[in-house]
């Protein structure tokens, strides 16, 4: 069945750095865009940064402009998410989804907490 594992969330102070990691299984991963959301309590899920299938193309929300890298190997069907110089305000529970570009993902993972915090 389809599955996306998130990992590399965890703790992290204000202006450090995290790679979170997204391993895809059960579809065809090189066919689909890949996406990172994040949701914070009482706000909607929102999204960070998307990759083309090829990963030739990439796109930032506002917000992660100059600090996120979004990156895909699709030979180890996983998708990356690097923050640099990381706020409180990017304290957040971190998905990754696929799906078609410019359309919602179809498939979710289960998510990932990311705190900043000193």
């Known amino acids: 069945q389809v599955q996306l594992v998130e990992s590399g969330g965890g703790l992290v102070q204000p202006g450090g750095s995290l790679r979170l990691s997204c391993a895809a299984s059960?579809?065809?991963?090189?066919?689909?865009?890949m996406n990172w959301y994040r949701q914070a309590p009482g706000t909607e899920r929102e999204l960070v940064a998307v990759i083309s299938q090829s990963g030739g193309s990439t796109n930032y929300a506002d917000s992660m402009k100059g600090r996120g890298t979004i990156s895909r190997n699709n030979a180890k069907h996983t998708v990356y998410l690097q923050m640099n110089g990381m706020k409180s305000e990017d304290t957040a529970v971190y998905f990754c989804?696929?799906?078609?570009?410019?359309?919602?993902?179809?498939?979710w993972g289960q998510g990932t907490q990311v705190t900043v915090s000193s």
């Open positions: 989804g696929a799906g078609i570009s410019g359309f919602r993902p179809i498939y």
């Open positions: 059960g579809f065809t991963f090189s066919n689909y865009a």
